[in-house]
């Protein structure tokens, strides 16, 4: 029989985090002594309350004006520029021959890009 001793350190009350880096975007998890105060820096705070969150780290940036996590935007249209310049490059500068599919995607991006006014 286990001997029971008087005064016996209880664990302290934790609470689960969501950490936030300095944009806001989700970092991970982890528990934090209950009562803890995050820091705030250009309206964006350290950590918001995890509870049940099982967002994906790198995926979901806090908005604290909505008070809640909302999808990263996607980088989409700068790593397209990228390869179509990369594509120009190759016709223009090296004399390469396109593939046509490759030559109708860049005609589009030029179309886009003008509509938008870029």
Not at 14 to 38: F, H, K, N, Q
Not at 46 to 58: A, Q, R, S, T, Y
Not at 93 to 102: D, F, H, N, Q
């Amino acid at each position: 029989m286990a001997k029971k001793t008087k005064g016996a350190a209880q664990a302290a009350s934790t609470i689960r985090v969501a950490r936030l880096d300095r944009s806001g975007v989700l970092m991970g998890y982890e528990d934090i002594a209950d009562g803890s105060v995050a820091t705030v820096t250009d309206g964006i705070p350290e950590w918001v309350d995890g509870g049940d969150c099982d967002l994906k780290p790198g995926r979901y940036r806090w908005n604290p004006q909505a008070g809640r996590f909302e999808p990263v935007k996607s980088e989409k249209v700068e790593a397209e520029t990228a390869i179509i310049e990369g594509f120009r490059h190759l016709r223009d500068v090296e004399g390469m021959t396109l593939p046509a599919a490759t030559e109708s995607w860049i005609a589009e991006y030029d179309k886009r890009k003008a509509r938008v006014g870029a």
